[in-house]
């Protein structure tokens, strides 16, 4: 049974040392690709901090209008 379809190991062995280089290409994958997830987290975080932002900023503004600019804002 050693030469079946469903036999997952090889059938010549590999040369030596050949494995490390899909080890290291695994590694530096999941390193890439870690950093990238951060960095996507760290993006979202900042997007999310702008519009509260925004959102106070808005409502000064409406305040500030209300008070010294003699009127109801006119923006909703």
Same mark, same amino acid.
């Given at each position: 049974? %050693?030469? @079946? ?6 059938? =010549?062995?590999?040369?030596? #040392? &050949? ?12 390193? %890439?690709? @870690? ?6 987290? =760290?993006?979202?975080?900042? #997007? &999310? ?28």
């Amino acid at each position: 049974m %050693a030469n @079946s379809d469903f036999s997952t190991t090889p059938m =010549q062995p590999a040369p030596f #040392g &050949a494995g490390i280089f899909q080890v290291m290409m695994d590694l530096q994958m999941a390193a %890439a690709k @870690s950093a990238w997830l951060v960095q996507r987290q =760290q993006w979202e975080a900042m #997007g &999310a901090w702008q519009h509260s932002i925004a959102a106070v900023q808005r409502e000064l503004m409406d305040q500030w209008i209300c008070r010294f600019g003699g009127g109801v804002p006119l923006d909703g």
